[in-house]
């Protein structure tokens, strides 16, 4: 309760080299980027989910579904 946006969404997370370029969808289908940004890694990274409520006093609750990591 709280958050903003549509739910369910799908997330898509995708590296070119040091750019690291998210994207969200209402359907799975058609993709909006949301942003880019650079970060200097190597080649082998982890990969990780998290949810916030940006609020101190609450806390939030996510579910994940068909994730998927590809290289």
């Known amino acids: 309760s709280g958050g903003s946006g549509d739910v369910p969404v799908w997330v898509r997370v ?3 080299g040091n750019t690291f370029t998210t994207y969200r969808s209402a ?7 949301m942003g880019s940004t650079s970060i200097a890694m190597g ?4 990969v990780g989910l998290a949810v916030t409520s940006h ?4 806390t939030s609750t996510a579910t994940f579904s068909n994730v998927t990591v590809t290289p």
């Open 14 to 16: 995708t590296r070119s």
């Open 27 to 33: 359907d799975g289908v058609t993709w909006t980027q």
């Open 43 to 46: 080649s082998a990274t982890y």
């Open 55 to 58: 609020t101190n006093s609450a």
